[in-house]
């Protein structure tokens, strides 16, 4: 966990000190977004997902990568735990050529993805019995998400976005590279 923060770390500061010129999504781009979800789908509507997705510019408008996230939560007084980990392939287009936007800090993207979710239940049970109690699965979920990244800086952006998949809205940081 420590190495993981430490890069993080060290990418956050060399995205912030980087000097390259502001500009909209385009062919070559890589990004490291980090970001948190707001709500859930399933788990009674508990817990905050946490997300991590990496994309590269294939094209002007056209970008893929990979995505994970993953949702944990407590429910009855802490005697059940669920969780989902959410991994898969996801790509988006990039509209700011389409729609003829010339704000060179904006990126309006939208996209789908297809990810292997796995959800798994605990019961942590108590007195006479011990009835401890396990489940999980496996299953492939679609996604889709719209959303819309602002650059602070050349390298350092915000993101939104709102969809179905982890979570209805998730907000983060990129780092471009």
Not at 14 to 24: E, K
Not at 50 to 70: D, K, L, P
Not at 138 to 158: C, E, M, N, Q, W
């Amino acid at each position: 966990m420590k190495k993981i923060l430490s890069t993080l770390i060290v990418i956050a500061i060399l995205s912030v000190t980087s000097h390259s010129a502001y500009a909209q999504y385009e062919k070559g781009d890589k990004l490291l977004n980090v970001g948190i979800g707001l709500g859930t789908f399933g788990l009674y509507g508990n817990g905050v997902p946490i997300n991590v997705s990496a994309e590269y510019g294939f094209t002007n408008q056209i970008s893929g990568g990979v995505y994970a996230a993953i949702v944990s939560t407590k429910y009855l007084g802490g005697d059940w735990r669920y969780s989902y980990v959410y991994v898969g392939p996801r790509a988006s287009y990039h509209f700011n050529e389409l729609l003829k936007l010339n704000i060179e800090k904006l990126d309006i993207y939208a996209g789908a993805g297809l990810y292997v979710r796995t959800y798994s239940a605990k019961y942590k049970g108590g007195g006479t019995y011990n009835n401890d109690y396990k489940t999980s699965y496996t299953d492939i979920v679609p996604s889709v998400h719209a959303g819309a990244r602002y650059y602070f800086k050349p390298a350092l952006s915000g993101w939104a976005e709102v969809g179905y998949g982890a979570s209805p809205l998730q907000l983060g940081i990129s780092f471009k590279f």
